[in-house]
């Protein structure tokens, strides 16, 4: 045998061993792990009467987790009030906060609030202006002889 050979078969030996040993500290890792009893993946949400969540057997299971909440609910009670605005209280408003001269009539607020139709026709009659408008345009060209009739 040549010396390449030689070299290649003492490397696969060692190659063979190691992987071994690997093999033999995986199987012992898994062999750890399957002694575990695991917990299932998911359990029924049982509920009673009022809401509570139970267990199979019917008792009440009491849960010191937080309750999950939307991000939006979260966010709603983290608002910080203004320090600066603390002082004016909306239940407490006088007279003299509210401007006279900037009050509407319950007259002009109907109007405000009002929907307001577009009367039947109104689009036909500005479609028939502008066509007019465009006929005496082609006519207005023709006449005066800067644009000829095609």
């Known amino acids: 045998m040549t010396d390449q050979m030689i070299k290649a078969a003492v490397m696969q030996a060692q ?6 040993s690997v093999s033999q500290i995986l199987n012992k890792v898994n062999s750890k792990t399957t002694k575990v009893d695991k917990k ?6 049982l509920l009673d009467e009022y809401g ?7 008792k ?3 849960t010191n987790a937080p309750v999950k909440t939307l991000a939006a609910n979260v966010a709603e009670k983290k608002k910080k009030e203004n320090p600066y605005l ?5 239940n407490d408003i006088s007279t003299n906060i509210i401007d006279e001269r900037i009050t509407l009539s319950n007259r002009e607020q109907k109007l405000k609030k ?7 026709g ?3 009659q500005q479609a ?3 066509r007019a408008k465009e006929e005496r345009k082609i006519i207005a060209g023709y006449s005066s002889g800067r644009k000829a009739p095609e």
Do not use: C, M, W
């Open 86 to 90: 603390n002082h004016n209280n909306i």
């Open 128 to 130: 028939e202006i502008i």
């Open 114 to 120: 009002s929907l307001k139709f577009i009367e039947a």
């Open 122 to 124: 109104t689009y036909v």
């Open 60 to 62: 009440v299971i009491q």
């Open 15 to 20: 190659l063979a061993a190691q992987i071994a």
């Open 52 to 58: 509570r969540e139970i267990d199979e057997t019917g």
């Open 40 to 45: 299932p993946a998911y359990r029924p949400l």
